[in-house]
């Protein structure tokens, strides 16, 4: 677990306009309001080459992960709608 959350809280390249950064291995939002897709500061994600897709939110208490099969640009949309859904399912 240490390990973990080490690659998602390592700052290796910050890209503040996107509010968000590269851990050792994820991209991890360091701010709010950057970024066109729901989350929370300190949520942490990757995409896949041929669709696949995963992000934790631990200020949620959640994680999804989805599995498509199609190139990285055309599966954007549902990576989007995805993210989207779930967060518009969430009961506060």
Do not use: C, N
């Not at 080490?6 to 968000?20: M, N, V, Y």
């Not at 990757?46 to 498509?68: N, R």
């Amino acid at each position: 677990a240490r390990i973990g959350m080490l690659a998602a809280t390592q700052d290796l390249s910050p890209i503040p306009e996107l509010g968000q950064s590269f851990g050792l291995g994820f991209a991890v939002r360091t701010a709010p309001g950057h970024t066109a897709v729901s989350g929370s500061v300190g949520d942490y994600f990757w995409a896949g080459a041929l669709g696949t897709y995963f992000w934790v939110d631990p200020q949620e208490k959640l994680f999804a992960i989805e599995m498509l099969q199609m190139p990285f640009v055309e599966a954007g949309t549902y990576r989007r709608a995805f993210r989207e859904m779930v967060y518009g399912a969430l009961l506060h």
